[in-house]
């Protein structure tokens, strides 16, 4: 069973900071893009950051220059280290990942459990 879990979340004050970590577990063959996405109450998930195997990176604007994605494929887990952080960065915190498993011929999309972020005013 493939599965990804996250850590790291919590509460800050506004202007601080947090890391949080994703590791994928399981059997694992392959892992392709791994990613951060967020959910604020009353909003949709929106993505945050994209990073290839390659480690190519992708922010979207509200966090460029605040967030930065990583990933160490040894451990098979993606990290997100957010800086600077605002109230309205507050949101539960999911990592996705396209993974492809043993016996599996396709890459699927794999999500973790989420991790609650609060960034006080």
């Known amino acids: 069973q493939v599965q990804l879990v996250e850590s790291g979340g919590g509460l800050v004050q506004a202007g601080g900071s947090l890391i949080l970590s994703c590791a994928a577990s399981g059997s694992i063959l392959s892992i392709n893009d791994m990613g951060w996405y967020r959910q604020a109450p009353g909003k949709q998930r929106e993505l945050v950051a994209l990073?290839?195997?390659?480690?190519?990176?992708n922010y979207v604007d509200p966090v460029k220059g605040r967030f930065t994605i990583s990933r160490d494929n040894a451990k098979n887990t993606v990290y997100l280290q957010m800086n600077s952080l605002k109230p309205e960065d507050t949101a539960i915190y999911y990592c996705?990942?396209?993974?492809?498993?043993?016996?599996?011929?396709?890459?699927?999309?794999?999500w973790g459990q989420g991790t609650q972020v609060t960034v006080s005013s």
């Open positions: 990073i290839s195997s390659g480690s190519s990176t």
């Open positions: 996705n990942a396209k993974m492809k498993s043993l016996g599996s011929r396709w890459y699927m999309d794999y």
